[in-house]
Nanobody, 124 residues
Framework: QVQLVESGGGLVQAGVSLRLSCAAS????????MGWFRQALGKERELVAA????????YYLDSVKGRFTISRDNAKNTVYLQMNSLKPEDTAVYYC?????????????????WGQGTQVTVSS
């Protein structure tokens, strides 16, 4: 049984940092591309950041470039999203996702597995 469990969300003020974590089980984590998606109220889900199985290739949504960093620890089966200089427009439910394909999967919003989501709320 595959499980992706996110943690680290919360209510913060604008300008501060949060680090999201996603612990995976039931998959060969080192073969999976990993991504962080978010969905704000009334908006479509969007890919925020993604990382290839070996960490060599990364992708970032334009609006988070320079503020967010995705990383992974294959020994711990965990992917992280470091979020700095948070803005109110970053408020959303953040979902962890896994897919073997980085380019034709995660990058186009497709994933084999999804976490349950963690709420990030940034107040102004």
């Amino acid at each position: 049984q595959v499980q992706l469990v996110e943690s680290g969300g919360g209510l913060v003020q604008a300008g501060v940092s949060l680090r999201l974590s996603c612990a995976a089980s039931g998959v060969t984590f080192s073969l999976e591309g990993m991504g962080w998606f978010r969905q704000a109220l009334g908006k479509e889900r969007e890919l925020v950041a993604a990382i290839s199985w070996n960490g060599v290739i990364t992708y970032y949504l334009d609006s988070v470039k320079g503020r967010f960093t995705i990383s992974r620890d294959n020994a711990k089966n965990t992917v992280y999203l470091q979020m700095n200089s948070l803005k109110p427009e970053d408020t959303a439910v953040y979902y962890c996702a896994a897919d073997r394909s980085f380019s034709s999967g995660l990058r186009v919003g497709i994933a084999d597995y999804w976490g349950q989501g963690t709420q990030v709320t940034v107040s102004s």
